[in-house]
């Protein structure tokens, strides 16, 4: 089995090939702000880059959004095709995943749906039920997933009666 360390620097490495472009990390800021509606800065993603911060699923999700790379996608299966996704590590991983891919076919199906207006022509009628249905079918294997997911107890502090 892999060692989480492994599998940290792995994705690490695959994030920061994908920061390499004519721009640098500047080009994800506006991206980065529009999705997570938060402030950022491109010092963010050179602290990430060196390790010294760790990648957030939003960092994924907006990274392979702008580069249109499935990379860190195909190593999260690869994972799972080699049986590592029983570390917690993995099991992480594999929920960035999964959180890609509902934000990638929800995106896709409100941009068809965006389209529609009071009447629309049958390719884009088609167009529209095939995006909303692929959008169903991953948040319904999201939903699956998250159910079939352990519970930790929660502890509930009673308050201090005066």
């Known amino acids: ?14 994030m920061s ?3 390499v472009t004519d721009r640098g990390p500047a080009r994800f800021q506006p991206a980065y ?12 993603f050179s602290r990430r880059r060196n390790g010294s911060l760790d990648w957030t ?14 990379r860190l996608n195909d190593y999260l299966r690869s ?16 929920m960035i995943e999964i959180a890609a891919q509902v934000y990638k076919e929800s995106g896709e199906a409100a941009s068809e749906l965006a389209k529609c207006g009071d009447e629309v022509d049958a ?3 088609a ?27 929660v502890l509930v502090q009673r308050e201090a009666r005066a």
């Open 33 to 44: 702000e529009q999705f997570s509606g938060q402030m950022t800065d491109p010092a963010q």
């Open 123 to 125: 390719r884009t009628h």
């Open 79 to 94: 994972l799972r095709r080699n049986q590592v996704a029983m570390t917690p590590m993995a099991e992480a991983a594999s």
């Open 127 to 153: 167009e529209t039920l095939r995006e909303l249905r692929e959008a169903k079918a991953v948040i319904e294997r999201a939903i699956a997933r998250v159910e079939a997911m352990p519970i930790t107890p």
């Open 1 to 14: 089995m892999m060692k989480a360390s492994k599998i940290r620097e792995d994705i690490s490495e695959i």
């Open 17 to 19: 090939e994908l920061l």
């Open 57 to 70: 699923v939003m960092d994924i999700i907006v990274i392979q959004h702008v580069t249109k790379s499935d």
